[in-house]
């Protein structure tokens, strides 16, 4: 191994090269942590949508955009809310890599078991596979835990109708349980 400058090479230099090349590559992604982009529309402009605008705003992972200039608008334009179409153009050039769009309806729509009524839509970026798994998570937790009556007061209402629905007694009992 003395004589053999090729293999002390190999030996004591290669693996500091390595390792300093990972760490260079490697080493920002530890130590900072960045949001993830989300572009949100708000067609359905009903409690329950802004609860879950409110709740992604809360969210620590992501950084929320419901308002941006008009496409082409000067920078001392001002903010409108996103449309559906401007949120689309904000993923397609890569401003934000996934926009989640809350329909109109999105309220009434809620626990029906007939798989009708309104869907929340993700336009994502195709060459980004995390980021729309990531927001598709988050999305099940914010409306699970912003809207918990209004999802049970949809639940009880929901299930109610294979019933017969509720006598006044039990109607009475559920607004009694549930938080207004």
């Known amino acids: ?13 290669l693996p500091v090269l390595f390792f300093t090349i990972f760490a260079m590559v490697f080493g920002g992604a530890t130590s900072t942590t960045s949001k993830v982009a989300v572009a949100v529309v708000d067609e359905s402009h009903t409690e329950l949508s802004a609860r879950l605008v409110q709740a992604l705003k809360a969210e620590g992972a992501l950084k929320v955009t419901v308002a941006a200039r008009p496409d082409g608008a000067p920078n001392n334009a001002a903010e409108r809310p996103l449309t559906r179409e401007r949120a689309q153009a904000m993923v ?3 401003d934000v890599p996934v926009a989640i769009v809350f329909p109109a309806g999105l309220d009434t729509s809620m626990m029906r078991f007939d798989g009708g009524g309104s869907r929340v ?4 970026d195709p060459s980004d596979r995390i980021a729309p798994q990531l927001i598709m998570g988050l999305l099940q937790k914010v409306a699970m835990t912003a809207a918990p009556d209004l999802f049970a007061r949809h639940g009880i209402d929901a299930f109610s109708q294979f019933g017969g629905g509720l006598t006044p007694a039990q109607r009475e009992a ?3 349980w549930l938080p207004t």
């Open 92 to 94: 397609h050039s890569g």
């Open 1 to 13: 191994l003395r004589r053999d400058r090729v293999a002390q090479a190999m030996v004591f230099l």
């Open 121 to 124: 839509t993700l336009l994502a």
């Open 174 to 176: 559920v607004d009694a």
